[in-house]
Nanobody
């Protein structure tokens, strides 16, 4: 399974961006798709995750601003980011892990994510 993240860029405070994560391979291998981010000098941080049924789980820091979604027909995940702030500046990674169930509860534990994309940089200036 290969994941290709795209959509990053440089924006200003309050702007929006939409990240995409295109996955190859069997959709069961990407039963749960997630987004993580890593800011310079900081540890990797969970952002959001979604399972095949559309159930989502988001970090408190992005609730009300970020929306995670997926198009199962395209095996592609999305992260809509609104009201961006400089604190959102980071490299964003999409990741995925397999499950036989469409209703697997998404997790924030990065150790469960077997497949990782290359990352896309988001820079938010004030």
């Amino acid at each position: 399974v290969q994941l290709q993240a795209s959509g990053g860029g440089s924006v200003q405070t309050g702007d929006s961006l939409r990240l995409s994560c295109a996955a190859s391979g069997n959709i069961v291998s990407t039963a749960v798709m997630g987004w993580f981010r890593q800011a310079p000098g900081k540890e990797r941080e969970f952002v959001a995750a979604i399972n095949l049924s559309g159930s989502t789980y988001k970090a408190d820091s992005v609730k009300g601003r970020f929306t995670i979604s997926r198009d199962n027909a395209k095996n592609t995940g999305y992260l809509q980011m609104n009201s961006l702030t400089p604190e959102d500046t980071a490299v964003y990674y999409c990741a995925a892990y397999s499950s036989p169930s469409q209703r697997t509860v998404p997790t924030r534990d990065y150790r469960l994510y077997r497949h990782w994309g290359q990352g896309t940089l988001v820079t938010v200036s004030s």
